[in-house]
């Protein structure tokens, strides 16, 4: 059982760059799924994440407007489009099974369960 982050790279700032989760050995539509990153020398913080059928969303302050994450329970993936990137967005991204989504929710927070390896998103000219 696995979950695996792709897409990251080296994109200049104001460019896009789409990350996928991709799971193996899961069913990924039991669950909510986030992503989280995490920078040089700072804390992990829960950047967005979307309930079992993509019905709520959640994104912490800094991406909102800039990040979508959506999925497709058929290819047993979840996605986050990152536009508009900035220097600050640079760190590894990692993909984990959370605690439920709701229209209540206020923090991404992993369940304990699955951590996908992570993903190294470098915003830089």
């Known amino acids: 059982v696995q979950l695996q982050a792709y897409g990251g790279g080296l994109v200049q700032p104001g460019g896009s760059l789409r990350l996928s989760c991709v799971a193996s050995?899961?069913?990924?539509?039991?669950?909510?799924i986030g992503w989280f990153r995490q920078a040089p020398g700072k804390e992990r913080e829960g950047v967005s994440c979307?309930?079992?059928?993509?019905?709520?969303?959640y994104y912490v302050d800094s991406v909102r407007g800039r990040f979508t994450i959506s999925r497709d329970n058929a290819k047993n993936t979840v996605y986050l489009q990152m536009n508009s990137l900035k220097p600050e967005d640079t760190a590894v991204y990692y993909c984990?099974?959370?605690?439920?989504?709701?229209?209540?929710?206020?923090?991404?927070?992993?369940?304990?369960?699955?951590w996908g390896q992570g993903t190294l998103v470098t915003v830089s000219s």
């Open positions: 984990a099974t959370v605690t439920p989504v709701t229209i209540m929710t206020t923090l991404c927070a992993s369940d304990n369960g699955y």
């Open positions: 050995g899961l069913i990924l539509d039991y669950y909510s």
């Open positions: 979307i309930s079992r059928t993509d019905a709520s969303t």
